[in-house]
């Protein structure tokens, strides 16, 4: 099959190198020097806590990008990741603050509960979706606004909110709460959910490969007539898997916030929700494409403060991942014309029909 | 038998025409005159080659090599525009037509030019509405017109634009034979009037009602050029196959009393309380073929449909072989013992960009030899599958290729193996042969026929009255989602069903159908 | 964009006598008093003057004119049968690009520049979608990141230097604005005096003939300019058919990628005007990050709202942009009242499925009409957390009820390569 890894491999690779080239005369046009630029970023990966830091990056942009492929696969784009994971995090935090249990008990008790409050924010676009017919690009959408709303509703200090110094957090969770890392001292300490993004990657591998709802969910995407003909029920396939991708993006925030913050704070991070969607398009919604991925999204993001230190706008990095986006979905369509076009020539060749395989006409 | 004088009399002369695809040669050194004024019938079973060399007759495509002369004139198209400017139009097997845009607006498109879009436009199109036979206002919506009437509004477009030879691809695929008639009449009145036709179709019976002579197409090239008063069907027949035609017909009876499927009151409406089931009664026994006929559109795709659980029924009941399936979902009908053979494969049956062995799984995930539990077995997907590929002949280079390489045929004898290799207690086939080629096709109707001598109970859609009649143990027929008479396949005539399924027949007071012809 | 029911498959069946559709303009009308009516009548039971005034009318306007215009962004391009999630990016680089072109050349350039701008990320989502058949959506969103993402690489290169903040542009100058002062004059007063109905309409109606900035009335020219030329021109029919059958157009001879490719580069440049709009009706006239706020989806949900035509889109994006204006002119106690109006307007609803003998949704309207009422009656206010998200809540009602009554153009998102037909 190594024809086939290179064929997958191609699109991804085309579009990251296309996307580098485009960046670096971004860079040059603006005076600066792509060269540079691109040895301040791999220079400071052996510096201080950058390589934990990617690490730990990369097991968040994992869970994100798990949760955007769930739903890629039923051909549902669920941009509401963001609002999903935002209050996953708010609630779980409010909730791990309040409950008193035994250690490990505990932790686990609150991934549950991030998990449901994303699955619960994911609720009303997946009804809508199969009562209504709203796409849920639009509904997720108006849901990761409200969910803005809902988590400064919720942090108010008449609320949920303590005021600590400058930043207002929810009430901190005990140390039974607190998942353990891998402390390397001053390069910095690996989230022990770091395991919970592997883990994930491979039940998500072995759910859709090998088992029959993981089937189901394929073909109700590739072809919803052909899938219910096949007697699956497409209308519960939507609304499991948006509700499924709710609850993995719930769990976004807890690497760090069982790992480092142990309460919601003002600065907690936005922006993952879009990171996942392009990192998933990237990997080809697969899991090790994914992981990769991933790596690389965090390496672009732990790398501004490198660019900020010669001097070139951070914003590169940011530009070069929307050209990523954009380049790596243009090189699939054009690998899968090539690749089909091919595919037909060997079949009609091998066996020697006159007649026009039906795709071709 | 080929005519290759150049004729100045000759409004299309292709010469030597060759087009090829990824894979496939579809068009090998094809030559073909039509005469001013007549009509001229290009037959040649599905996959031949017809619809490809009119596609560059009309600008679709560009021949890889060859000539073609219009009117005594050389020419060469490069789009569709430069076809209707030498005055060749298209009227298409699958309608081009817009339902949210108005007839008028659907005529206009792309010949703005000729009179605007207005008033002047509305005045000419009401004047050569007459005739085409059509009697509307140009402001209709489409998405109103009947099928026959389309057609016309598809004539009509070729008529404003001034095209005096014009292409018909498969023109009675959807009609009734009374339409057919219509058509006919109009089509002979246009010819005197000094147009040209080429005709496109399979259906041999019809071809020699009209046509004054006949090209015959096979394997992408042409067998000869004839004249219908001196041939006769059978031998059309064998020169578009080239070997001895198959026949539908079923020798014995094995129809036992045993009742398979019992569908009692089905009624299916619509979100505004339309009936498109109503009230149907039928009943199906072990080793029986039913078939149901009717025009397209008169209830049998939603009736398929509700049989499968795809669709909800509003009143009824569904049983099989005793089991009461009116609540279960479509997986439960299937585990129950229901094989489905749809009449659109690659929309309803076939997972295309997915390899061969991953479609075998389609339909049957809860089932040996394709899962095992809650887990997909692939290794014993792959094992059937290349039982069925080696059992039904299907021709592949191997299973891990994507469906969509595979032809048509092949296709479908992938979904009929697969749908028998559940040991169904009922296969619901509709349209089974639709698109597949004859040698395909003669498998497939060998493949319903032994599984029928086995028990199996067959409920078969189809619009190829022959293949109705040739294997059906009893017939149907099916009118605005009734059933308004019953046929006997040993006595019954095409032109009888025709009526029948346009309203127009008698009916005994048995329901059976008062047939007027000889077999 | 939305999930509309197969319909019956009857071709030979006669189709279902169709209800008399009243002409459009009717439609408008009715619904124009009935929304007057509504407030004014919320106005006064309440004693929310707010709801009706001026100054609320005013943000209305300037509020929602970015709103119409990615709607008509969506029409343009939907109607050639491409879906344009990337409005918002384009929208963005609009609101960059009118900074640009404003901080050196004025108001009017600020808008050609906004435009260009949005033009080009149009071109963009055209080339991936149209020749390389990109899935629409996921283009858009790339387009939402790429628009995101070089403005603000532009900003810290360009706009840091003269406002001292990589976020923010300097300010521009904005159009000089023009009122009917005769009748301005008479209408305040008559604002002024509180009577029912009277006042309210005075109110509307001033802000409408005040203050009133030359993009209004460019916006409104676009709504007609729409309308004509997608459905009175050879150019629009051809577009539309595009959206509807792109194969039926294909084969009549018509340049199917060339149309898409106009039609997505006009949405895109009209939503680069929406984000000149943006810019030049703020407050503070400047571009800044994060000023659109989602408002490139809000345009597209008035789009649907207006069953993809521009009369009905104006009437969607009024009501977003009232919605966004009242919580900026009225206190929240103004904003807790049109929880009072809801009740009406769905009250008014459950009386009109009663005539249809439609029980169900009546009970389920009745019900939701009393809980709409208790939240009104029990609180004082709402939290204020969640008012700048009102126009979105209200964009998810809007969507969830109005989705399937509606007609998107039959072609809308399907990719399309040219020779696909048969």
């Known amino acids: 099959m190594t024809s086939r890894l290179r064929s997958s491999l191609l699109a991804p690779v085309l579009a990251v190198v296309f996307a580098a080239v485009l960046c670096a005369i971004v860079l040059i046009l603006s005076g600066a020097n792509p060269g540079e630029a691109l040895g301040a970023m791999i220079g400071q990966v052996g510096e201080g806590q950058i390589a934990v830091d990617i690490v730990n990056s990369t097991a968040i942009y994992m869970l994100a990008a798990l949760a955007a492929a769930i739903g890629f696969h039923m051909n549902l784009l669920n941009i509401g990741i963001e609002g999903q994971y935002r209050v996953g995090a708010l609630v779980a935090a409010i909730v791990g603050g309040a409950l008193v249990l035994p250690p490990v008990l505990h932790w686990l008790v609150i991934l549950l509960v991030a998990a449901a409050a994303g699955a619960a924010w994911a609720t009303l676009p997946a009804i809508l979706k199969v009562t209504r017919g709203v796409h849920e690009v639009l509904s997720t959408i108006m849901m990761n606004a409200i969910a803005f709303g809902l988590a400064a509703f919720l942090i108010r200090r008449d609320q949920f909110g303590i005021l600590v110094g400058n930043n207002v957090t929810t009430k901190p969770i005990p140390s039974s709460g607190q998942v353990p890392g891998i402390d390397l001292g001053d390069r910095g300490t690996v989230f022990g959910l770091v395991f919970l993004s592997v883990v994930a990657a491979a039940v998500y591998g072995v759910v859709l490969n090998r088992t029959r709802f993981g089937f189901e969910l394929k073909a109700s995407g590739l072809s919803p007539t052909a899938a219910a003909a096949g007697g699956v029920n497409a209308k519960k396939m939507i609304v499991v898997s948006l509700l499924v ?50 790596l690389l999204w965090a390496f ?10 010669v001097g070139v706008p951070k914003e590169i990095a940011t530009i070069m991942q929307g050209a990523i986006v954009l380049s790596v979905v243009v090189a699939y369509e054009i690998v899968k014309r090539m690749e089909l076009a091919a595919e037909q020539r060997r079949v009609g060749q091998a066996t020697g029909t006159a007649v026009e395989p039906e795709a071709a006409k | 038998m080929t005519d290759t004088e150049v004729d100045t009399e000759a409004a299309v002369v292709l010469t030597g025409i060759t087009k090829r695809f990824p894979g496939v040669v579809a068009n090998s050194d094809v030559h073909l005159t039509v005469r001013t004024g007549e009509v001229h019938a290009l037959c040649g079973e599905n996959g031949a080659g017809k619809s490809t060399l009119m596609k560059i007759l009309y600008g679709m495509q560009s021949p890889d090599e060859g000539d073609i002369e219009v009117n005594g004139e050389r020419v060469s198209f490069r789009s569709p525009s430069d076809a209707i400017k030498a005055g060749i139009g298209m009227v298409h097997q699958h309608f081009m037509l817009a339902d949210n845009l108005t007839v008028l607006e659907n005529v206009v498109l792309g010949a703005e030019g000729l009179h605007g879009i207005g008033k002047k436009a509305r005045n000419r199109i009401r004047g050569l509405t007459g005739s085409v036979g059509l009697d509307l206002d140009p402001d209709t919506l489409v998405e109103r017109l009947g099928v026959a009437d ?99 017909e079923t020798r014995e009876s094995t129809v036992t009393d045993k009742v398979v499927l019992q569908v009692e009151g089905l009624v299916l409406e619509t979100p505004d309380g339309r009936r498109l089931l109503d009230a149907l009664d039928l009943t199906v026994h072990s080793g029986e073929v039913l078939g149901i006929a009717g025009v397209e ?80 077995d692939i290794a014993g997907a792959r094992r059937d599958t290349q039982r069925i590929v080696e059992q039904f002949d299907v021709r592949t280079p191997g299973i891990e290729v994507a469906a969509a390489s595979l032809s048509g045929g092949n296709q479908q004898k992938l979904v009929i193996g697969r749908e028998l290799s559940g040991e169904p207690k009922l296969l619901i086939a509709s349209h089974p042969t639709r ?10 109707w060998d493949h319903i026929r032994a599984a029928r001598h086995n028990g199996l109970a067959v409920l078969l859609v189809s619009a190829d009255l022959d293949e109705l009649i040739g294997l059906s143990d009893s017939i149907k027929v099916m009118l605005r989602g009734k059933f308004v008479a019953d046929a006997d396949p040993a006595t019954v005539t095409p032109e009888d069903l025709g009526s029948a399924m346009t309203g127009a027949a008698q009916v005994d007071e048995s329901g059976l159908l008062v047939t007027g012809g000889e077999q | 964009m939305v999930d509309v029911q197969p319909g019956a498959s009857g071709v030979t069946m006669t189709p279902p006598p169709r209800r008399q559709k009243l002409p459009g303009s009717l439609v408008f009308t009715i619904g124009v008093l009935g929304v007057v009516f509504v407030l004014a009548m919320t106005s006064y039971l309440t004693g929310e003057p707010a709801l009706t005034s001026s100054s609320t009318m005013k943000n209305t306007v300037s509020l929602g004119l970015p709103i119409l ?21 384009m929208m963005i680089l609009g609101t960059w690009g009118a900074a640009f072109g404003g901080y050196h050349w004025g108001p009017w350039m600020a808008v050609v520049s906004g435009m260009v701008f949005g033009a080009l990320g149009g071109a963009l989502h055209a080339v991936a979608t149209v020749t390389f058949g990109v899935n629409h959506i996921v283009s858009g969103v790339a387009i939402n990141l790429l628009g995101a993402g070089v403005t603000k690489y532009l900003t810290t290169l360009i706009f840091q230097p003269l406002s001292d903040n990589p976020r923010e542009s300097p300010p521009i100058q904005q159009f000089d604005t023009f009122s009917v002062s005769g009748l301005g004059d008479w209408l305040a007063g008559l604002e002024k005096d509180q009577r029912v109905i009277i006042s309210d309409v005075a109110g509307l109606v001033r802000g409408l003939v005040t203050g009133v900035s030359p993009l209004l009335i460019i916006g409104i020219l676009l709504v007609v ?76 949900a008035a789009m649907i709202f207006g069953n993809w035509r521009p009369g009905g889109t104006l009437a969607g994006s009024a ?63 709402l939290p204020q957390e969640f008012l700048p998200y009102a126009p979105h809540i209200i964009t998810l009602v809007v969507l969830a009820l109005a989705a399937q009554r509606l007609r998107p153009p039959a072609a809308d998102g399907v990719p399309y390569r040219r020779g696909e037909g048969d």
């Open chain 3, 69 to 89: 215009l990615c709607g008509l962004g969506g029409i343009w391009a939907e109607r050639s049968g491409m879906i344009n999630i990337g409005l918002e990016g």
């Open chain 1, 300 to 309: 672009l993001e732990k790398s501004k403060g490198a660019l900020d230190n």
């Open chain 2, 297 to 376: 559109g008169n209830g049998q795709t939603e009736l398929v449909e509700t049989i499968m659980g795809i669709r909800r029924a509003a009143a009824g009941k569904v049983t099989l072989d005793g089991q009461n399936l009116t609540r279960a979902g479509t997986l439960a009908r299937r585990e129950a013992g229901i094989g489905y053979i749809p009449e659109d494969r690659t929309r309803h049956g076939l997972l295309l960009t997915e390899p061969l062995w991953a479609n075998r799984i389609l339909g049957y995930q809860t089932r040996r030899p394709t899962a095992r539990g809650a887990f997909i």
């Open chain 2, 435 to 444: 698109g597949v080629d004859v040698g395909a096709q003669a498998a497939i």
């Open chain 1, 245 to 294: 991708s709710g609850a993995v993006a719930g769990l976004v925030g807890m690497p760090e916030i069982l790992g480092r913050d142990h309460a919601y704070t003002l600065n907690f991070a936005s922006g993952y929700g879009f990171a996942g969607i392009g990192i998933a398009l990237l990997g080809r919604n697969h899991p090790v494409g994914i992981a990769f991925g991933s």
């Open chain 3, 319 to 381: 009501l977003f942009g009232y919605a966004d204006g009242l919580r900026l002119s009225a206190t929240p106690e103004a904003v807790h009242a049109l929880l009072y109006s809801a009740v009406i307007v769905v009250g008014l609803l459950v009386i009109w499925q009663l005539y249809r003998r439609k029980w169900t949704t009546a009970m389920l309207a009745a019900v939701g009409a009393v809980a709409v009422y208790a939240l009104y009656y029990f609180t004082d206010e």
């Open chain 2, 150 to 248: 389309r057609q016309r509004v598809e004539i009509l477009k070729v008529l404003y634009r001034g095209a005096k030879i014009i292409i018909l691809d498969e023109p009675t695929a959807v009609l009734v034979p009374q339409e057919v008639d219509e058509l006919f009449n109009t089509l002979r009145t246009m010819r005197a009037d000094g147009y040209t036709f080429l005709f496109i179709s399979h259906k041999l019976d019809e071809v020699r009602a009209i046509a004054d002579s006949i090209t015959v197409i096979r394997r992408g090239t042409t067998v000869g050029t004839v004249d219908p008063r001196t041939v006769t069907t059978r031998q059309l027949a064998e020169m578009m196959v080239g070997s001895e035609l198959p026949s539908p």
């Open chain 3, 225 to 300: 300019a729409t309308y004509v030329v997608l459905w009175r021109t050879r150019f629009g029919l051809r577009l539309r058919s595009c959206g509807e059958n792109p194969v039926a157009a294909e084969s009549l001879g018509v340049n199917v990628y060339l149309y898409k490719y106009l039609a997505v580069i006009a949405s895109g440049a009209l939503a680069g005007i929406a984000g000149a709009a943006l810019v030049l009706g703020s407050g503070v006239p400047i571009y800044q990050e994060g000023q659109t706020a989602n408002r490139g989806f809000i345009g597209l």
